[in-house]
């Protein structure tokens, strides 16, 4: 009798989305008894609300992490908020963000567990300044989490259980199942030298996969981004459609024809970079590109841009750089097509990416129809051209988020080049609205 895989599920949220925990349950029994078990498989849920039990010895948030929050050992975290944030704990800002920080840490060291998280748009009816504040607490912690991944909204108890029941049912159809490794001799006896895999160089750290990367002015979902000790960027790309496919081909470098310099921006890195090698496999009759980038030592050249003028420094005009990118805000004294206008040096002097406006209303019109998507594009590029306009050499904070239909509220903190060595870098501050439709 062939053995049935354990799946374990975490499930997060403070106590005001008690009715979804309820649905999601039984969303998941419902799976044990259909598509888990023709996988296989056996989901089984895991929560406080059921699984803790009374102890003493700490507070309660650290109770219930070593009781049942040891996240490494779950396969998926489902994260659930509406109006209530929760009370903070000695290490975070409530037990359910502890949880979330928890699953992120191990994801980021295991791979595991894949995370998943819903945002309730239910209408709610706020009567004091603590639900307020506990409602404000949750927008922040929505970006941040929106911040390195993608999120879902619903807008009932009902259309979270339809969501949930579809977004499990194609996650286990696309899950690999885990299967033990044997020792290495034996491993290597067993591959054949078509599925040999080719030897590839170490990594320095591997970043989250499934998330988006911007490259060659397109988007991507990724399988893996991985960046090796001489910053040599590996990433891996299954295509969606037949489109991106050819996207991914064109990146081959061919004997009669150099492939010239290639941006991509992938969390808060971007660079510009030269194609070494575009490989193809094929994984359960599906193909996957493997691109490795190199760092172009041609055109990165010094990310201070020290330019002054007027008697605005470079910092000021980065500043003023910073804003027209993300607010699409020109600088007070603009003069359109004077040739000593201060826009000419806000706009970039010698960085690979010129800044000739706001980025984010052209790309509200191709996304606006799919907000949760558009966010974590934008936030792409936005990282991509406050790099390489050599605005900033670090991200240190970008958040955004849609507050209204056609406006995105924007919060950015980045770190200028350290001109030298006895004086400390500086940091620009950006945060406003900015216009959506405004082009």
Not at 271 to 298: H, W
Not at 356 to 370: A, C, S, T
Request: aromatic share 8%; glycine share 6%.
């Amino acid at each position: 009798m062939p053995q049935i895989e354990q799946i374990q599920i975490f499930l997060a949220s403070p106590g005001d989305v008690q009715a979804e925990r309820e649905q999601a349950r039984k969303v998941i029994e419902e799976l044990n008894r259909t598509l888990a078990r023709d996988k296989g498989v056996h989901l089984e849920v895991v929560g406080w609300d059921t699984d803790a039990f009374p102890s003493y010895g700490g507070d309660a948030q650290s109770i219930v992490n070593r009781q049942i929050a040891d996240m490494g050992k779950y396969d998926l975290f489902i994260g659930i908020m509406w109006n209530r944030f929760g009370q903070p704990t000695p290490r975070a800002g409530s037990g359910t963000e502890e949880e979330f920080d928890r699953a992120v840490a191990a994801y980021q060291q295991d791979g595991r567990p894949d995370i998943m998280f819903y945002f309730s748009q239910e209408p709610s009816n706020l009567t004091s300044d603590d639900q307020a504040e506990q409602k404000m607490k949750v927008l922040r912690f929505k970006r941040k989490v929106q911040g390195g991944g993608l999120t879902w909204n619903y807008d009932s108890v009902e259309e979270f259980r339809n969501l949930l029941h579809g977004h499990l049912a194609s996650w286990l159809i696309e899950r690999k199942k885990e299967t033990p490794h044997p020792p290495a001799a034996a491993q290597s006896a067993q591959l054949t030298s078509h599925d040999r895999p080719t030897a590839l160089p170490e990594p320095e750290h591997s970043d989250n996969p499934h998330a988006w990367i911007f490259l060659n002015n397109a988007f991507f979902k990724t399988q893996s981004v991985k960046v090796g000790g001489n910053n040599n960027v590996l990433i891996r790309i299954a295509p969606s459609d037949a489109q991106e496919e050819s996207l991914l081909r064109s990146l081959r470098p061919q004997q009669s024809q150099h492939v010239g310099p290639v941006g991509y921006a992938y969390q808060n890195e971007a660079a510009i970079t030269k194609v070494q090698t575009v490989e193809m496999e094929s994984v359960n009759g599906k193909t996957v590109f493997i691109i490795t980038l190199k760092p172009d030592d041609r055109t990165q050249g010094s990310m201070y841009d020290g330019v002054s003028f007027n008697g605005v420094s470079a910092d000021e005009i980065a500043e003023l750089r910073a804003r027209l990118l993300l607010l699409n805000e020109l600088p007070a004294n603009h003069r359109k097509n004077d040739p000593l206008s201060i826009i000419h040096f806000v706009r970039g002097m010698d960085g690979p990416v010129k800044v000739e406006k706001g980025i984010f209303p052209p790309l509200w019109q191709q996304f606006h129809e799919d907000p949760t998507l558009f966010v974590p594009l934008a936030r792409l590029v936005a990282v991509y051209h406050l790099i390489l306009s050599r605005t900033v050499e670090h991200i240190l904070e970008l958040d955004l988020s849609i507050v209204k239909s056609n406006r995105m509220a924007v919060r950015f903190r980045g770190q200028r080049h350290r001109a030298y060595s006895n004086v400390a870098a500086t940091t620009l501050e950006v945060s406003g609205e900015c216009n959506l439709e405004d082009r």
